[in-house]
């Protein structure tokens, strides 16, 4: 999971020169869970990491240049960006 994970936070960043790695690596495990928590809500059966993967990747190439102007507009997120906290 880490290198997916990875995978997508370097993309996010490609995406989106206003997030640091840090905000885009929790960008991505929120849109995971989110995902995830989601469909399991709807009743839906799970269909593996990748269908995962597939619907983060593009949210990321369809919203990942705007999400800094998400975290702006919503303070109630800002804290789980701050940047001097470090990946684990």
Request: charged share 30%.
């Amino acid at each position: 999971m880490e290198d997916i994970f990875d995978r997508l936070a370097n993309r996010l960043c490609e995406e989106n020169d206003q997030l640091s790695m840090y905000q885009a690596r929790i960008w991505v495990e929120y849109l995971w869970e989110d995902f995830e928590t989601t469909r399991a809500k709807a009743g839906r059966e799970y269909e593996g990491k990748q269908v995962t993967e597939q619907i983060v990747m593009q949210w990321i190439n369809s919203y990942g240049s705007r999400l800094h102007d998400f975290m702006s507009r919503n303070p109630r997120y800002q804290h789980l960006f701050n940047d001097d906290q470090q990946l684990h």
